[in-house]
């Protein structure tokens, strides 16, 4: 789980300089990751427009918003899964989580995607796929189904669960690091990450995710 556990940037493996120096005031705790491809790299799936609003504005926000609540907290100092868990079902600490969680799952849904993506996987992860769903065809059908059924904000995942793979959906900024599970990748089913490019068709959306985006190398490396 290195990938989440850096601090200069939430998702890069990289570490932070959260001292202050020099006499400068210190440096925020957390940074917003850098794409791992160019904004319009994943078009004419998504397009730079959406990218534009969606990392740029809506994922930033976020990054600034904990920032801001963490500042002066024994939380500036911990890695960012484990401001999840300690603030996961806290009523006092509501707006850490949803933003601590909202900064992890961004990251985790920018790396779940690649240009020319998509598709059937290989090796264990197919061999898993198979394992826990019967086949490919079982598993696109259960990740479209239970993104089309989370009414309102949220996500669609696939997960590990022992020697077995899962999908499951959660709801707002809600993720599965604060049930213990381990993701391997994400589809973000929030409006603000297809509307600009699909409108209401939110199935349209999910299936493109499938068919022409997943990072299945991304989702291989997390698999224990």
């Not at 089913?189 to 985006?213: C, G, I, P, S, T």
């Amino acid at each position: 789980m290195k990938l989440w556990r850096s601090r200069i940037y939430v998702c890069a493996g990289l570490a932070l300089l959260a001292a202050a120096t020099g006499g400068r005031a210190a440096a925020p705790a957390f940074s917003l990751s850098p794409l791992p491809y160019a904004q319009d790299a994943l078009e004419p799936h998504v397009s730079a427009r959406t990218m534009g609003f969606h990392y740029g504005k809506h994922h930033q926000a976020y990054v600034d918003n904990l920032n801001r609540l963490v500042a002066g907290t024994p939380m500036a100092e911990e890695p960012l899964e484990a401001i999840i868990r300690q603030t996961a079902g806290a009523a006092d600490k509501t707006a850490v989580f949803n933003t601590a969680a909202q900064v992890w799952n961004h990251t985790c849904f920018w790396m779940s995607m690649k240009p020319n993506g998509g598709g059937t996987p290989t090796g264990r992860m197919m061999e898993m796929i198979e394992k826990s769903f019967g086949s490919y065809s079982g598993f696109r059908k259960a990740f479209v189904d239970a993104s089309l059924a989370q009414f309102g904000s949220g996500w669609a995942w696939l997960v590990q669960d022992g020697d077995l793979l899962k999908v499951v959906k959660t709801s707002n900024a809600d993720t599965p690091v604060a049930h213990g599970q381990t993701v391997l990748l994400t589809c973000d089913v929030w409006e603000h990450a297809y509307y600009l490019d699909y409108q209401n068709r939110r199935k349209d959306f999910v299936e493109v995710f499938l068919d022409h985006l997943v990072n299945w190398d991304f989702a291989a490396s997390r698999l224990r």
